[in-house]
């Protein structure tokens, strides 16, 4: 039946209106869909997609319980592994994880298994479960994908768990970085409140490191402290006419509007619109940014990036919502000076770059062929990573902690998660052991949260 059934595709929204407005593109699939769908799953033994899963979720497992109309029993099996179900579902690189994984996508199309987790997730509600608690008390600093994921699974061995926000509010990354038309923040929010449902303590407006130290959070009695504040510092291009009015960090971008409504005239800081911008990256944040700079209101907005199309690190899906959207990519162009009137960027010069050899990523490393062109801009917004904020690390040196970081700023971790400092601990952007992906840093919460029971358990 695998081999007779095509794999199935969600409903999208309509590529013209969804450039009005911020609601979801994509739709769940049917009861019908995902049963379709499931049936498409081979049930390998040594299964090949739970491999490429980071946390480990019993794949074929929960696709069977979708054959078998059990979709309570497949929500169990994904919560054994994972608690965001359905931020996974929507956000994961699943095309580079599980399901580039699948034995189906050698000759074929990969099973669906994002939009099924998704749908399970979806449909599906965490069980209560009894928890008898172990007396100890863990600090979580940061509320994003790697602090909720071991936040569930410490608490589940029994710790009181408090999490530790920066923000107004919960949700990191997810909800500062990530556009509700991927992410809806229902979605967030019921995530979020099923954690809370267990008895996990959440406390906003708190920025470790200056509201509260370190050794005050030990002083309250937390044994054991988890930094996972992420990576909040942007990296700029250093090219003349950057402080320029109108040049944005894709993360200050997409923060004022996901977080502060930055769109709307009504907000305390509205964000002021031009005709014309240019998101400068290829990546996934890039792409969030070119669709969300669509939806604020600018008439025509660009995407530059320095290597070709077929070296985009964004994912696929991402790529296609954005043209669909009417971003116009701009392939091998490299950034060289901003420049503006009045203090307002007015145009940006570029190079026309060519592929040569191999850089040490394996990729053709992009050279200028000394051709340049400029283009008439009211706005450029920079995407191209970001690094760790250095608040808890300068904190913790002034206290006199001896928390190693590398040269970069990032806290040095080994595979447990364990820093150079006992009962401290760290994973996701400030501590990477892996690409930036919402899948790897639940991979870093999982690690964490087990040395930490296995030290105080």
Not at 15 to 25: H, I, P, S, T
Not at 369 to 393: A, H, M, R, W, Y
Request: some cysteine.
């Amino acid at each position: 039946m695998a081999e007779k059934v095509e794999r199935q595709r969600q409903k999208e929204q309509d590529r013209f209106e969804r450039r009005n407005n911020f609601n979801a593109v994509e739709e769940n699939f049917t009861p019908e869909q995902a049963s379709l769908e499931a049936s498409r799953c081979l049930t390998c033994k040594n299964a090949r997609c739970k491999q490429g899963c980071p946390v480990n979720i019993d794949i074929p497992s929960f696709i069977k319980e979708i054959k078998e109309n059990n979709l309570e029993g497949a929500g169990d099996i994904i919560r054994q592994s994972s608690m965001l179900p359905s931020v996974c579902g929507r956000v994961c690189p699943q095309e580079k994880q599980c399901e580039g994984n699948c034995v189906l996508g050698i000759k074929g199309q990969p099973v669906a298994i994002g939009a099924l987790e998704r749908y399970v997730g979806d449909n599906t509600k965490a069980k209560s479960v009894q928890i008898i608690p172990n007396g100890k008390k863990v600090a979580i600093v940061g509320s994003g994908c790697a602090g909720m994921t071991a936040a569930a699974d410490l608490r589940n061995a029994g710790f009181e768990v408090s999490i530790f926000e920066a923000l107004h509010e919960f949700g990191g990354v997810l909800r500062y970085g990530i556009p509700p038309f991927r992410l809806p923040r229902t979605v967030l929010d019921r995530e979020i409140e099923s954690l809370k449902a267990m008895g996990v303590k959440f406390f906003k407006n708190v920025i470790v490191g200056k509201s509260i130290t370190i050794k005050q959070l030990q002083d309250e009695g937390y044994e054991a402290i988890f930094i996972c504040s992420g990576a909040g510092l942007p990296k700029m291009m250093n090219i003349p006419g950057e402080n320029l009015n109108g040049v944005y960090s894709a993360n200050e971008f997409l923060t004022r509007v996901n977080l502060m409504h930055a769109q709307s005239p009504d907000t305390p800081t509205p964000l002021k619109v031009g005709k014309t911008t240019a998101i400068i990256g290829g990546g996934n944040v890039a792409m969030d940014a070119a669709r969300t700079a669509v939806r604020v209101g600018y008439e025509k907005v660009y995407i530059f990036y320095r290597r070709t199309e077929k070296e985009l690190p964004a994912r696929l899906e991402e790529i296609r919502h954005a043209k669909e959207e009417g971003v116009d990519f701009q392939f091998l162009h490299a950034p060289v000076e901003i420049n503006g009137v009045d203090g307002w960027v007015k145009s940006m010069k570029f190079e026309v770059m060519e592929l040569g050899e191999p850089d040490a990523s394996g990729r053709q490393k992009p050279v200028g062929t000394g051709k340049f062109v400029d283009v008439e801009l009211d706005s450029v917004i920079v995407s191209l990573g970001t690094g760790p904020n250095p608040i808890i690390q300068r904190s913790a040196t002034d206290e006199e902690i001896d928390l190693a970081t590398d040269n970069k700023g990032y806290i040095v971790i080994n595979e447990k998660g364990e820093t150079s400092v006992e009962a401290i601990y760290a994973g996701g952007d400030v501590a990477p052991l892996g690409p930036s992906t919402a899948i790897n840093a639940m991979g870093a919460g999982k690690r964490a949260a087990k040395a930490i029971i296995e030290a105080l358990g």
